[in-house]
């Protein structure tokens, strides 16, 4: 059968991927840069069954190469992430562009993932993903909606929220809305459902809810992952925050950028409690409860098998579609800092030690003055160093690593770079190269490069300056000497 995957770079397409795939099944993978698509996650036995094509479904006009003969399209684009009053437009134009491109195909079902959306006045977050609903009937292709409550696992943008408030705060002053009840289903049902209404005539033109077998408050989420990890909290709840005020207590408590923090504060005023049942007669499945969707999280960080973070989505507003563009580092018109260390250690060992850097391993020199940068760029409206690492040893095109984002990762040519999404007055790149030959040894290159944006950012590189003199040399030797 032949599948269309959209968003398969995202949160639940890349785990959604490898179960069709061993189901037995063709995957067109449609996605807006292919150079995000990791195939080294993958072996050639499994890329025989997928074809990866690139379409941005926002731009009508370049739709044309797109398959006509495809059986089943999952529809899995959203614009969260993207500025607060914009994404409803970019939500609904995408969804009109796959609807006029699926009428034209063989496709006889489309199989959406929203969210739960039940109450009369909903959040522009929840409307947006109703109006998607309605834009994609228009196809005239059967839709089946599969709306989920806020979904558990390693690496969801909720679990990842809740972790974060938790991990950090013994004693949290939070505002009225996490009195709102919520029905949290675990990622392995969300994939199950998925998965299990393909071709099933009786789904077709169904609304479904999606949600565990708890019916909770934000509020006591949050306590029974303080009971799971046996940590004591203590949270007092106040009737004057707003919901500014609350996206900024999020924003600056937990790891989600501002304009996400923004869109989640005003759907957490709605219930997400399933009503629109029906969904277990058609695909039975053992329905996860709370504690149990926890447990496996925790089983995969353990484990260092995270496969997909909500933190890999691109936020930074210069790079949001075209990231790897910037793989071409620039010379003209820029400053740079660059060290060079000979090193007669094992190769392998180094290249370990540049892979693993940032999140919880740090940056081998000055962690405190790296931590006063982050809480000064997210004070700034920045990211910070709050998003870590996807994953302590693994790196991929795309990753977010603290406030920088990954564009290269290639161990085969031993080549690390990075792009900064730190507020700057210009753009900034991290550099690392091992190069091992027999003329000039072992050597690390470490280069630092910035590209100011007028008057500013040259002031700014001179301003930082003797700090890059104190930290890059020591940085670099460090990398080389642990």
């Known amino acids: 059968m032949n599948v269309l995957l959209t968003g398969s770079t995202g949160y639940i397409g890349r785990r959604l991927l490898p179960v069709l795939v061993n189901l037995g099944h063709e995957v067109i993978c449609v996605v807006r840069d292919k150079r995000r698509f990791d195939y080294t996650d993958f072996d050639e036995d499994f890329l025989q069954h997928v074809t990866v094509l690139e379409a941005d479904f926002c731009n009508e006009e370049n739709l044309e190469n797109l398959p006509l003969e495809i059986d089943v399209a999952y529809y899995l684009i959203h614009s969260l992430t993207q500025s607060y009053g914009r994404f409803e437009?970019?939500?609904?134009?995408?969804?009109?562009?796959?609807?006029?491109?699926?009428?034209?195909?063989?496709?006889?079902?489309?199989?959406?993932?929203?969210?739960?959306?039940?109450?009369?006045?909903?959040?522009?977050?929840?409307?947006?993903?109703?109006?998607?609903?309605?834009?994609?009937t228009r196809s005239n292709v059967p839709v089946t909606v599969l709306r989920a409550a806020i979904i558990i696992g390693s690496g969801s943008a909720s679990f990842e929220i809740i972790r974060d408030l938790v991990e950090k705060l013994p004693i949290m002053?939070?505002?009225?809305?996490?009195?709102?009840?919520?029905?949290?289903i675990g990622i392995r049902n969300v994939i199950e459902y998925l998965v299990g209404v393909m071709l099933d005539e009786a789904s077709y033109h169904q609304v479904f809810d999606l949600g565990g077998p708890d019916i909770l408050s934000y509020k006591q989420m949050l306590m029974k992952y303080a009971k799971v990890r046996k940590l004591g909290r203590l949270i007092i709840t106040l009737p004057v925050l707003s919901p500014k005020l609350s996206s900024l207590w999020l924003y600056f408590v937990t790891s989600t950028a501002y304009t996400l923090a923004r869109n989640l504060v005003d759907s957490m005023k709605n219930d997400v409690i399933v009503k629109h049942e029906g969904i277990?007669?058609?695909?039975?499945?053992?329905?996860?409860?709370?504690?149990e969707?926890?447990?496996?999280?925790?089983?995969?960080?353990?484990?260092?098998?995270?496969?997909?973070?909500?933190?890999?989505?691109?936020?930074?507003h210069t790079i949001d579609?075209?990231?790897?563009?910037?793989?071409?580092?620039?010379?003209?018109g820029c400053f740079h800092d660059l060290r060079k260390v000979k090193f007669e250690r094992n190769t392998q060992e180094v290249l370990k030690n540049v892979w693993q850097i940032g999140g919880d391993r740090g940056w081998y020199y000055g962690n405190f003055l790296w931590k006063i940068r982050g809480l000064m760029d997210?004070?700034?409206?920045?990211?910070?160093?709050?998003?870590?690492?996807?994953?302590?040893?693994?790196?991929?095109?795309?990753?977010?690593?603290?406030?920088?984002?990954?564009?290269?990762?290639d161990q085969k040519k031993m080549h690390l770079l990075l792009y900064a999404e730190m507020k700057l007055p210009g753009e900034a790149w991290l550099e690392f190269k091992i190069k091992d030959c027999p003329e000039t040894g072992k050597l690390l290159e470490q280069r630092a490069t910035f590209r100011p944006l007028g008057l500013w950012g040259r002031l700014y590189w001179y301003l930082v300056a003797p700090f890059h003199n104190v930290i890059f040399p020591k940085m670099a030797k460090n990398i080389v000497k642990y």
């Not at 039975?284 to 504690?291: A, I, Q, S």
């Not at 969707?293 to 691109?314: C, E, G, P, Y």
């Not at 920045?382 to 790196?395: E, I, N, S, T, W």
């Open 280 to 291: 277990d007669r058609l695909v039975p499945v053992k329905r996860l409860t709370f504690e």
């Open 293 to 316: 969707s926890l447990q496996l999280a925790f089983s995969k960080i353990s484990q260092k098998s995270v496969i997909s973070s909500w933190k890999d989505a691109i936020t930074h």
């Open 89 to 136: 437009r970019m939500e609904q134009s995408a969804a009109r562009n796959f609807s006029q491109y699926i009428a034209n195909t063989s496709c006889k079902q489309i199989i959406y993932l929203g969210g739960i959306a039940n109450d009369d006045q909903l959040s522009k977050h929840l409307s947006s993903r109703k109006n998607v609903e309605k834009e994609l």
């Open 378 to 409: 997210q004070v700034a409206g920045g990211v910070g160093l709050r998003r870590g690492r996807r994953d302590q040893f693994d790196l991929k095109a795309g990753d977010s690593l603290d406030f920088w984002r990954v564009l290269m990762a």
């Open 321 to 332: 579609k075209n990231f790897l563009d910037y793989v071409e580092v620039p010379t003209f």
């Open 173 to 184: 002053v939070a505002p009225r809305w996490l009195k709102s009840r919520c029905q949290p």
